[in-house]
Nanobody
Framework: QVQLVESGGGLVQPGGSLRLSCAASGRIFSLYVMAWYRQAPGKQRELVAG???????DYGDSVKGRFTISRGNAENTVDLQMNTLKPEDTAVYSC??????????????WGQGTQVTVSS
């Protein structure tokens, strides 16, 4: 089993910054993708940013140039630096991992989500 622990959400004023972190633990053999998704009330879940084991990154169109995803210093961690936040960035942000466990099972895992609210 794989567990994801997210941190860093909260309330911030428009134009401000937040940093989200996600740590994956458990019986991980190979970690292929770490990503952040978000879902606002009444909207579909959307990709915010993702990073592969090789370091390739992908961003949702609405966050390009403002958000940066990177692998954390600790093993199996990922950070999301969010700058110039806008009210429309308000959502529940969830960490996503695709990995292979030590039992050879390739699967997707999700964190419980952390609330980000951008408001004055």
């Amino acid at each position: 089993q794989v567990q994801l622990v997210e941190s860093g959400g909260g309330l911030v004023q428009p134009g401000g910054s937040l940093r989200l972190s996600c740590a994956a633990s458990g019986r991980i053999f190979s970690l292929y993708v770490m990503a952040w998704y978000r879902q606002a009330p009444g909207k579909q879940r959307e990709l915010v940013a993702g990073i592969t084991s090789g370091g390739s990154t992908d961003y949702g169109d609405s966050v390009k140039g403002r958000f940066t995803i990177s692998r954390g210093n600790a093993e199996n961690t990922v950070d999301l630096q969010m700058n110039t936040l806008k009210p429309e960035d308000t959502a529940v942000y969830s960490c996503y991992v695709q990995c292979r466990t030590v039992l050879g099972v390739r699967n997707d895992y999700w964190g419980q989500g952390t609330q980000v609210t951008v408001s004055s």
